[in-house]
């Protein structure tokens, strides 16, 4: 470029290459020591005819009435044509059935082919007409008009009209220009070529000419392994020669996107994984930004904006993810919002209204803003009810924001800024909408404001010395560089598949070779954009996968004469990185602090339970107190429900109280017992739930029940002595308490413990016989909190709609379903123990080895089967996937280091 004229103006076809090659000419100017130059002109097409034609009308060269007074964005074309179509489908029977965004979608992407490739009505009229060219014709004639209203046209008629009005205008041209960027001109574009031509305008076509290039091939299992064989590749190069410029191009930008940048981080920017250090510099930029409604801080405030909108509940989901978020509301308050969203999981139910998470709130005094944002919150409900011109709501928007304190708790970084920027005008962008849209009410113009903000693209400023560009297929460079990874070579994305336009004549694209028309036409482009990669570096490395999940994949077939090379280098994850034996001390920590007496201990029997399945459960779970935040559900979850039988048969036997009383009553007391004991449980119920719901409830529990107590009809004589009775449990140091759901006694004085079970799975008893015992509950309760007693049956009953029975162990007959042990199966596991003393021995001696365990603080992770960690709060915090990749490390280096516990 050092050879191109001064007066010489280049023209690109996108924004990005236009600041890359206006940087670049910069840079030879002070690489070259030079003093003075004139500063390049370097802008993209559409911003030099904009330029260009307006100095042009008011030198009076061009007449006024050349232009129309507006043009669309991209979301306002979309808005008249959606308001078109719909005009259009207003009487149509299935209206509703349509889906006028993508219709919309597609009519834009039609009006654009007919601008750009100069098809005429006539040359549609020439060949045959579907319906849907028909519809479309219809929608194009109510999309002019509404134009023609708001005297607006699109870019691409804006374009057509300012070629036009350089045609005729006589205003002086620049002698040189220079076309770069541009794969592919449209016949509109080629218009603009040569009527310049025809001016005396010297046209050149800016191409990258670097040294001999050499180019070769490589395929991988999958996609991800790509991306990891990419990163690796730039860092050999970066540690050859830290000087280098590398580009790793894709036609799925967007879709590997997160990877690549993760594997980036990962490997050239460990430190980013701080909080305080996210924002650093990069080595690598992506060439395209991501949409503004994903921005953390543009996304609270969508969301603060849509819980105002409405009236209606809102889900938990997204109330929680407003109460968790940082950009609002008084930042002191932060952990007593976590709180807030916690107990609002516990006590409401899926979906929430405003005044219900007001209520939860109130009367806490470390919520003091929360109640009051909360009420702003509730006073924009109502003020918001009526209909608003966009100006308004923005307004009404923007001072909503200001009151709860949105972006103004903290000071932003650097990124937060320019997305507050960002927002700003996106506001103001809004404020211009009244003729187009009209008055709307609240909940419109935030749906508005969200396809607004979808529609902008946001890209910080890179600061960091950028040696990496991740580019998309169109992406062109501004210079040769060192090295470009090509990856995504596969057949079904490059070249592209072929992609008629659904309403215009498909023989008509076909003729004109319009993009996506024919195969050979995405082909020969194609082959046109991969030559110019090719050229742009010294070394290129293409790359294919050979699957995408289980589909089998090929290569495309521009790599059909490209050599082959095997790559074997692929960057690690952090987490891999961290997992490398040969870099690690293995150092067998599994011992907590010794349990003290002074210690608080929640989860009773279920503490034993976790230190069989895994000692680091117990420790977590129940002497740290970590558990999960609770998930809400539609009316009752299935625990409550549980809860709620539990609860019924408690009072059922406190007024029935025998075997002797049960089988005296009729039908009709019976079902009367059993109501009363049904309403004095729902009662007592927590949660709110409407009368039709708390009437299914009554219903449910009433057949339940019913259906219970049938089964308890076939036992000998007993007597219920205890309901949900709370037992001390000391054993081996340990003091815990236990609740027994129901301890019967029978003519002897002997004792059956009952445990109630109201899922659709029968009771676990098999762990009863190992030395760690699973499922300790009923073993805890016979071998520890009535050792004293003469136990001689401990028993599951299953309360479930689907099946009802008891099951367990025994001495004696008499529990239905339940045999003696001198009755059990020869393959029977508790066929070893000759009578109930014998097992409860073993039980004695198995809970007690766990509890010492808890006393000593053993809390390895170490686990028989994972799935018996399936109801495990702290699962997160076992790290089973790290463990998993450290042992999978160790293999490698050292095939017989043992086995994964």
């Not at 949409?291 to 409405?310: F, G, V």
């Not at 508005?448 to 040696?467: C, I, R, S, Y």
């Not at 709060?873 to 076992?878: A, D, G, I, S």
Request: charged share 20%.
């Amino acid at each position: 470029m050092s050879s191109v004229p001064e007066t010489t103006v280049f023209l690109c076809a996108t924004a990005r290459l236009a600041r890359k090659l206006y940087l670049s000419q910069i840079h030879q100017q002070t690489q070259a020591n030079a003093q003075h130059w004139q500063a390049p002109e370097v802008q993209t097409l559409h911003q030099w005819l904009q330029t260009h034609t307006t100095f042009a009308l008011l030198a009076g060269e061009i007449p006024t009435t050349s232009f129309t007074p507006n043009v669309l964005d991209n979301f306002t074309e979309r808005l008249l044509w959606q308001q078109a179509i719909e005009s259009c489908l207003a009487k149509h029977a299935y209206a509703a059935l349509f889906d006028v965004p993508s219709l919309a979608k597609a009519a834009i992407a039609a009006n654009q082919l007919l601008i750009n490739w100069q098809i005429a009505d006539a040359d549609i009229h020439q060949h045959f007409i579907n319906a849907e060219t028909q519809q479309f014709l219809r929608w194009r004639n109510a999309f002019f008009k509404l134009c023609e209203q708001h005297q607006t046209v699109t870019p691409a008629w804006r374009l057509q009209q300012q070629i036009e009005a350089i045609a005729l205008s006589s205003y002086p041209l620049p002698r040189h220009i220079t076309l770069a960027g541009f794969d592919r001109l449209t016949p509109l574009e080629q218009t603009l070529i040569n009527n310049l031509c025809d001016k005396g305008v010297q046209i050149e076509r800016f191409q990258i000419t670097g040294a001999e290039h050499h180019v070769v091939q490589t395929g991988f299992s999958d996609l991800r392994a790509e991306c990891s064989a990419a990163v690796a590749w730039a860092k050999q190069h970066l540690a050859q020669n830290p000087h280098h410029q590398l580009a790793i191009i894709s036609p799925v930008q967007s879709n590997v996107r997160r990877l690549l940048s993760d594997l980036l981080d990962d490997t050239f920017h460990t430190e980013t994984l701080l909080p305080n250090h996210f924002e650093a510099p990069r080595i690598y930029d992506f060439s395209v930004g991501m949409m503004l409604s994903e921005q953390t801080l543009c996304l609270t405030a969508l969301r603060l904006l849509r819980l105002c909108s409405t009236r209606q509940a809102s889900t938990q989901g997204d109330i929680s993810a407003l109460l968790l978020d940082v950009y609002w509301g008084a930042q002191q308050e932060q952990d007593a919002r976590s709180l807030l969203d916690a107990r609002m999981r516990k006590q409401l139910l899926r979906t929430v209204s405003l005044s219900q998470l007001i209520s939860v709130a109130q009367g806490n005094p470390a919520l003091a803003q929360c109640q009051l944002h909360l009420s702003y919150v509730l006073k924009a409900q109502q003020d918001w009810a009526l209909s608003r011109l966009p100006s308004a709501w923005s307004q009404a928007f923007s001072d909503f924001l200001n009151s709860v304190q949105w972006s103004q708790n903290r000071p932003l970084s650097s990124h937060e800024y320019q997305a507050k920027q960002a927002w700003d005008a996106l506001l103001k962008v809004f404020s211009t909408l009244d003729t187009l849209i009209g008055s709307v009410p609240a909940i419109e113009a935030v749906q508005k404001l969200q396809q607004l903000a979808q529609n902008q693209m946001f890209m910080p400023e890179a600061t960091g010395d950028v040696h990496i560009q991740l580019l998309g297929m169109l992406e062109n460079l501004e210079q040769p560089i060192d090295a470009i990874w090509v990856m995504g070579m596969n057949d079904h994305l490059w070249p592209p598949a072929t992609d008629l336009n659904p309403l215009l004549p498909a023989t008509v694209q076909r003729q004109l070779q319009t993009p996506g028309a024919t195969p050979d036409a995405q082909a020969e482009f194609a082959q046109k954009i991969f030559s110019r990669i090719c050229n742009s570096a010294h070394e290129i490395m293409c790359s294919w996968s050979h699957y995408d999940g289980d589909r089998e994949l090929r290569v495309s077939p521009l790599l059909a004469e490209i050599p082959t090379q095997a790559w074997y280098l692929s960057a690690t994850s952090l987490a891999e990185a961290l997992a490398q034996p040969q870099a690690m001390q293995f150092v067998d920590d599994y011992m907590a602090p010794v349990y003290q007496a002074s210690e608080p201990l929640k989860g009773g029997s279920q503490l034993i339970a976790a230190q069989a399945v895994c000692p680091a459960w117990a420790y977590y779970q129940y002497r740290l107190g970590a558990k999960a935040l609770e998930e809400p559900s539609d009316g009752l979850d299935s625990m409550t429900r549980g809860n709620l039988v539990h609860a019924v048969l408690q009072h059922f036997w406190l007024d029935c109280k025998d075997a002797r009383t049960l089988k005296h009553l009729d039908h009709h007391a019976l079902n009367l017992k059993i109501e009363q004991a049904i309403m004095q449980t729902l009662n007592t119920l927590k949660h709110a739930l409407p009368a039709q719901l708390m009437l299914l409830e009554q219903r449910r529990l009433q057949q339940l029940i019913g259906t219970w107590l049938e089964v308890e009809l076939e036992r000998e004589a007993f007597t219920v002595i205890a309901c949900e009775a709370q037992y001390p449990i000391h054993v081996a140091g340990l003091d815990i308490v236990c609740r027994i759901d129901r301890i019967d006694t029978l003519d002897d004085d002997s004792l059956v413990i009952i445990d109630y079970k109201t899922g659709s799975a029968d009771p676990k008893m098999s762990s009863w016989t190992e030395p760690r015992i699973k499922e300790p509950q009923l073993p805890l309760y016979a071998a520890i909190a009535l050792k004293d007693q003469q136990v001689v049956a401990v028993c599951f009953a299953k309360v479930n709609a689907q099946e009802s029975k008891f099951t367990g162990v025994a001495d004696t007959e008499g529990i239905p379903n339940i045999k003696p042990f001198d009755q059990l199966k020869n393959n029977s596991t508790f066929k070893g123990f000759a009578q109930m003393p014998t097992l409860i021995a073993h039980w004695h001696a198995s809970l007690t080895h766990l509890a010492q365990e808890i006393v000593a603080g053993v809390a390895r992770v170490q686990f028989e089967d994972e799935n018996d960690l399936l109801y495990c709060e702290v699962k997160p915090l076992l790290r089973i996937p790290e463990r998993q990749l450290q042992f999978e490390m160790q293999q490698v280096a050292c095939p017989s280091s043992g086995e994964f516990q």
